[in-house]
């Protein structure tokens, strides 16, 4: 037992210094960037580049922008994902499967596509949906607008806040309601003082997680906000490190310290929120089933309004990428249009080496970081929930930490880790951060499942005298394959679409697709940005089928078994 328990403390030991460098050694590396000369000139410290970041007579400006973008989006996807979240729960509202679909199928385009879809739509000069706005006399509108960022990064963020919002809608006892419709309140009076008091810690830690998210967002900001010259902070810290003959890593970490800490405060607000939200679960008893409220005439228009909502969230972007793939040019769909449809932008798309060779790229990195990244959170969860010491509650902070990265904030401090060693411009580098800004993706259903394995199983193993490691992996590694492989799949989806990290440390030779999407963007390219979006679709797709496929057959042989 105490060779066990040797072994137990090692192991934690190793997680810690690994979960460790990848999550304090790039934030330390960002804040000793912002006090140095240059990216070659660590250990010459000046408070120059703070001095000059915080002068900077557009700072103010960028501020305000990302406060009003950041609390727009919260708000327009919070608001949508609590009323979608009582019509799916609550009511007898048609079209209730399109909303089970929503966080999954939308995960799917990557947010570069998903902007680069509206700005085909509404772009104001000759957007297709503007085209033909214009000819009854309508618009044009402007998606060029904050107002069109925060609208695009609302329905982007509306499946996190609604997953969120969800869980607790589905954790509260209808009986409440009922006894505030015996008493003769009405809807409006329950909503605002029975149901919206009961979901308000859900509600609080579904803005500050949008808000998380936003803060750090760069897809829409640079698709949406930098034609429109409207710059977020993500977009301040890009232009100071790819815009102009000398790029200024010591400014773009100073800003981006900046960022990180207010990201930080968010995350462990959140964690708090979510904290308090289990003390309003009022279900209790078994068999709980929640009342269903007749919509009435309302029915129907409300069901209608949220198959809108979901083909504005997945359908049109989809549809619109599509139809744009196969034009000459960008044109509003008409019967001339059609005659022109060709394969010329994906015979070109596809012929492309250096597309060839960003596609290599995305998949290894996809498959490799997946795995990686996967065993480092299946081992890390197992920890965090298993093994109650004053080491895993460290491990635990670390991992909640990392999901404070803004992946272009982090990619910074990574660029500085990696200056002066051989991984700079690799493949490693960019794996390696991958898997430190997407770790606690893959912690968080693997968590869920190890709370529902029973621990007598291990202690029974450890009595048959099975040691730790043996026991996890007879024991504990088969029941907990489902949830491996749904995080896993998790992690694919996700480093197929990744930005934020790829632009700040990819360079030639380690190029990935969505780094290509990007250029296609900036030159508007807009055939081939929607045949390379379509791509990162079908892959991510391809992924996720096959791993529920393994998922679904490992779960029958398991009850097989």
């Known amino acids: 037992m105490q060779?066990?328990?040797?072994?137990?403390?090692?192991?934690?030991?190793?997680?810690?210094?690994?979960?460790?460098?990848?999550?304090?050694?790039?934030?330390?590396?960002?804040?000793?960037?912002?006090?140095?000369?240059?990216?070659?000139?660590?250990?010459?410290?000046?408070?120059?580049?703070?001095a000059r970041v915080y002068s900077d007579a557009r700072l103010p400006q960028v501020v305000l922008n990302t406060v009003i973008y950041s609390f727009g989006s919260a708000f327009l996807a919070t608001t949508l994902a609590v009323i979608l979240a009582y019509l799916n729960f609550r009511t007898d509202i048609p079209f209730r499967g399109v909303l089970h679909l929503l966080p999954v199928v939308s995960m799917m385009i990557p947010h570069l596509a998903y902007g680069s879809s509206w700005a085909l739509l509404l772009n104001p000069t000759n957007g297709m949906l503007n085209l033909i706005l214009q000819e009854f006399g309508l618009g044009p509108?402007?998606?060029?607008?904050?107002?069109?960022?925060?609208?695009?990064?609302?329905?982007?963020?509306?499946?996190?806040?609604?997953?969120?919002?969800?869980?607790?809608?589905?954790?509260?006892?209808?009986?409440?309601?009922?006894?505030?419709?015996?008493?003769?309140?009405?809807?409006?009076?329950t909503w605002w003082r029975i149901i919206l008091p009961i979901l308000r810690p859900a509600i609080l830690a579904a803005i500050t997680l949008v808000l998380i998210r936003s803060i750090s967002a760069f897809a829409i900001p640079?698709?949406?906000?930098?034609?429109?010259?409207?710059?977020?902070?993500?977009?301040?810290?890009?232009?100071?490190?790819?815009?102009?003959?000398?790029?200024?890593?010591?400014?773009?970490?100073?800003?981006?310290?900046?960022?990180?800490?207010?990201?930080?405060?968010?995350?462990?607000?959140?964690?708090?929120?979510?904290?308090?939200?289990?003390?309003?679960?009022?279900?209790?008893?078994?068999?709980?089933?929640?009342?269903?409220?007749?919509?009435?005439?309302?029915?129907?228009?409300?069901?209608l309004f949220v198959l809108l909502l979901g083909i504005l969230l997945v359908v049109l972007p989809v549809l619109v990428l599509l139809y744009t793939s196969l034009v000459p040019y960008v044109m509003a769909p008409s019967a001339e249009a059609f005659r022109q449809l060709t394969w010329r932008n994906w015979t070109q798309?596809?012929?492309?080496?250096?597309?060839?060779?960003?596609?290599?790229?995305?998949?290894?990195?996809?498959?490799?970081?997946?795995?990686?990244?996967?065993?480092?959170?299946?081992?890390?969860?197992?920890?965090?929930?298993?093994?109650?010491?004053?080491?895993?509650?460290?491990?635990?902070?670390?991992?909640?930490?990392?999901?404070?990265?803004?992946?272009?904030?982090?990619?910074?401090?990574?660029?500085?880790?990696?200056?002066?060693?051989?991984?700079?411009?690799?493949l490693w580098a960019l794996l390696i951060g991958y898997v430190a800004v997407y770790l606690p993706y893959g912690i968080r259903p693997l968590t869920s499942t190890f709370i529902q394995i029973s621990k007598d199983l291990e202690d029974a193993s450890a009595v048959s005298g099975a040691g730790f490691f043996r026991t996890f992996r007879k024991v504990v590694a088969p029941l907990a394959l489902p949830g491996v492989l749904s995080g896993w799949t998790l992690l694919l989806v996700m480093f197929?679409?990744?930005?934020?990290?790829?632009?700040?440390?990819?360079?030639?030779?380690?190029?990935?697709?969505?780094?290509?999407l990007y250029r296609a963007v900036a030159d508007a390219l807009w055939g081939r940005v929607a045949a390379l979006g379509l791509i990162m679709v079908a892959i991510s797709t391809t992924l996720v089928l096959i791993a529920n496929g393994l998922a679904s057959r490992f779960s029958r042989m398991g009850k097989a078994g």
């Open 3 to 50: 060779s066990g328990q040797i072994g137990t403390k090692w192991f934690i030991a190793v997680l810690l210094v690994v979960v460790g460098g990848l999550t304090l050694g790039p934030a330390l590396m960002l804040v000793v960037g912002s006090f140095s000369q240059g990216l070659g000139a660590v250990g010459t410290f000046t408070l120059e580049k703070y």
């Open 141 to 189: 509108i402007n998606i060029y607008s904050l107002p069109g960022m925060i609208f695009v990064e609302g329905l982007l963020d509306l499946p996190v806040a609604y997953l969120v919002i969800v869980a607790a809608m589905a954790s509260f006892d209808s009986s409440l309601e009922e006894a505030s419709w015996v008493s003769g309140r009405s809807r409006a009076a």
């Open 222 to 303: 640079s698709v949406l906000g930098m034609p429109g010259r409207i710059e977020v902070l993500t977009t301040f810290i890009y232009r100071l490190i790819n815009v102009g003959f000398v790029p200024d890593y010591g400014r773009a970490a100073a800003v981006g310290v900046s960022v990180l800490g207010a990201a930080v405060v968010l995350v462990y607000l959140y964690r708090y929120l979510t904290a308090r939200s289990e003390r309003f679960v009022t279900i209790s008893g078994k068999g709980y089933r929640p009342t269903i409220s007749r919509l009435g005439v309302w029915r129907w228009p409300l069901g």
């Open 349 to 426: 798309v596809l012929g492309d080496p250096l597309t060839l060779r960003a596609l290599r790229n995305s998949i290894i990195l996809a498959l490799g970081g997946a795995t990686l990244g996967i065993i480092l959170s299946t081992l890390t969860s197992y920890v965090v929930v298993r093994v109650r010491t004053r080491s895993s509650a460290v491990l635990e902070a670390l991992t909640f930490l990392s999901f404070s990265f803004p992946g272009l904030v982090i990619g910074v401090g990574f660029m500085w880790l990696f200056a002066r060693t051989d991984l700079y411009g690799t």
């Open 496 to 516: 197929v679409r990744e930005l934020d990290v790829s632009t700040v440390l990819a360079r030639p030779g380690s190029e990935v697709l969505s780094v290509q």
